[in-house]
């Protein structure tokens, strides 16, 4: 019998989820509000999907890709978030993840997604292209340019996360964390990191 992992922070988006994976046959379906308790739950059960979110507390859909990805857990991910895909549907696809659906679209997205990576098919948004002004592509650039921590502790920092914070909730140490933001602000031609917020709204990453 299949099982599936919904990973989202929010009890009415995983009820809506559930909803849909009992329409298409899932029995075993877990849920894990953050990174930590997913890390659990793969590791008692042989999880068939994930159905991924990549906003979090005390952690982020990125890290959990990766380490799915590096222990070679046999599971096929879904991402389903609010972040816009223009940032963030690439990159989850280098990750391993086999769909990215947005929070945005009716739930009728969510059920064909399901239905397309469980036949191991990929389900991407369809990108507009040549829709960027100057300013947006190069930015868009910059973004893309960026690790996956490097853009992780960018959000926290735009969300008015501590250094102390962030260094508590990524086991980095607090000099390091300060690096990374030194590192963000060069990386992205601000002249403080009082306009990283700015920047990470203007792009849709928080």
């Given at each position: 019998?299949?099982?599936?992992?919904?990973?989202?922070?929010?009890?009415?988006?995983?009820?809506?989820?559930?909803?849909?994976?009992?329409?298409?046959?899932?029995?075993?379906?877990?849920?894990a509000a953050n990174v930590g308790e997913a890390l659990v739950l793969?590791?008692?059960?042989?999880?068939?999907?994930?159905?991924?979110?990549?906003?979090?507390?005390?952690?982020?859909?990125?890290?959990?890709?990766?380490?799915?990805?590096?222990?070679?857990?046999?599971?096929?991910?879904l991402v389903f978030t609010s972040l816009d895909p223009l940032f963030f549907q690439e990159r989850c696809m280098r990750a391993g993840a086999l769909g990215y659906v947005s929070k945005t679209n009716d739930l009728n997205h969510l059920h064909k997604a399901?239905?397309?990576?469980?036949?191991?098919?990929?389900?991407?948004?369809?990108?507009?292209?040549?829709?960027?002004?100057?300013?947006?592509?190069?930015?868009?650039?910059?973004?893309?340019?960026?690790?996956?921590?490097e853009l992780t502790i960018l959000q926290y920092l735009?969300?008015?996360?501590?250094?102390?914070?962030?260094a508590e909730l990524m086991h980095l140490s607090h000099k390091t964390v300060?690096?990374?933001?030194?590192?963000?602000?060069e990386k992205l031609g601000l002249s403080s990191g009082v306009h990283l917020r700015d920047f990470a709204k203007r792009n849709h990453l928080i």
């Open positions: 019998m299949k099982s599936v992992l919904i990973v989202d922070d929010h009890p009415v988006i995983r009820a809506a989820v559930k909803i849909v994976l009992e329409r298409e046959g899932f029995k075993l379906i877990y849920e793969l590791r008692e059960h042989a999880i068939a999907l994930v159905i991924l979110d990549l906003v979090m507390p005390g952690g982020n859909g990125l890290d959990l890709l990766e380490r799915i990805k590096v222990n070679d857990w046999m599971c096929v991910v399901v239905q397309a990576v469980m036949a191991r098919y990929t389900y991407f948004a369809q990108l507009p292209t040549g829709s960027l002004d100057t300013l947006q592509h190069s930015e868009k650039q910059m973004i893309d340019k960026l690790s996956n921590r735009a969300r008015g996360t501590k250094n102390k914070e962030i300060s690096t990374y933001k030194t590192r963000l602000i």
